[in-house]
């Protein structure tokens, strides 16, 4: 076994550089134009870089697709993948990142990008000493995914086949590079367009059927069930939320439309559809019982969708075993967690690639406190190539 040790100034320097480089989600080429050109200065040849086409199947304006860098292996090995997202949050427009001791601030009042230039510095660091140092490793892909933080859609748009088929995965998106997160939840969006029948609100109103109050009363119906905020049901925990609530045109007609949007979360695939189906059953019987005074009933077309199902490898799965195992190489003990939000991590996971992930010290992600910790990020630096090194 080789030693870890890394050049913390060229580690750091690959940060500041990534971290003052703007790419919001679906503009991420001036970071994958970085990217590129620190792979090939660290001896990367141009035939293993390439982008997949996901930016054609996400469309919206897509610039680029999940940026794919694919080593052959020195030794006989299973393939394994690192992988980390390359766009930041509107927050971090125009981020200026600045040193004040063993943080990494932003300057002015933006964020400041640490989620998740952590990573790609922290990959890039990986793909520099791996080969430029002779290091043997497996055969290793380096994946650096697009529009993360608008629903995981890089990751989502993956294909295993880009990915040269790895059998191991190590997701890079978080703090303490202690914490190993083996797990995260499952979310559905769902949204309602909930109709009924104008009328002139002061003459005749009981021709009407409220839009507003179907709606008013199909969130308390779920809300008197328990199944609004935290639900805890019979051992069973999630969340659900109604983040938008829009509609109306004026206070003299009875509202005929309003689009209702909201969400289900749980650990639990099962009971994460059965919150999704509360709400729908709520949205529809609620609908059914406000009437006009020919009888006619309002409706309610609700639509939902996976955002992306939850996970959890077992502690003593392999890619689990491994990260112990490096980390305790690189004197950190890991605390095996579950994560309460989405992560690249879920898609690839459902793909079929047991994908851990990991923390390079970014803190505070989508505020204007964000920052990275510096001990941290070297800390996760040292386990990420321990990880892709034997
Ligand atoms: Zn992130």
Known sequence: MQPIRIDEKRALAHLMDLLAIEGLSGSETKVAAAVKKKARAAGARPGWIKF???????GDGYQVGNLIVTLP???KAPRRLLMGHMDTVPLCRGAVPVRRGNRIVSQGNTGLGADNRTAVACMVTVLENVLTRGLDHPPLTFCFTVGEEVGLRGALALRKKDLSNPKLGFNIDGGDPRDLWIGALGADRWEVD???VSAHAGVHPDHGVSAALIAARAIEDAAARGYFGKIRMKGKTGTANVGVIRGGEATNQVTDRVYVKGESRSHDVRFKARITDVWRAAFERQAKRVKNNKGVQ???VFRSETDYDPFQIDRRAPVVLEAVAA???VGLKLRLRSAEGGLDANHVNAKGIPTVTMGAGQHGPH????????????DGCRLALRV???
Do not use: F, P, S
């Open 52 to 58: 997949d086409d996901a930016a054609k199947r996400i």
């Open 194 to 196: 909930v109709r009924g």
């Open 367 to 378: 505020t204007v406190d964000e920052y990275v910790n510096v001990r941290e990020y070297l």
């Open 298 to 300: 309002g409706r309610a």
């Open 388 to 390: 892709a090194t034997v």
């Open 327 to 329: 980390a305790k190489q």
């Open 73 to 75: 292996g020195t030794i």
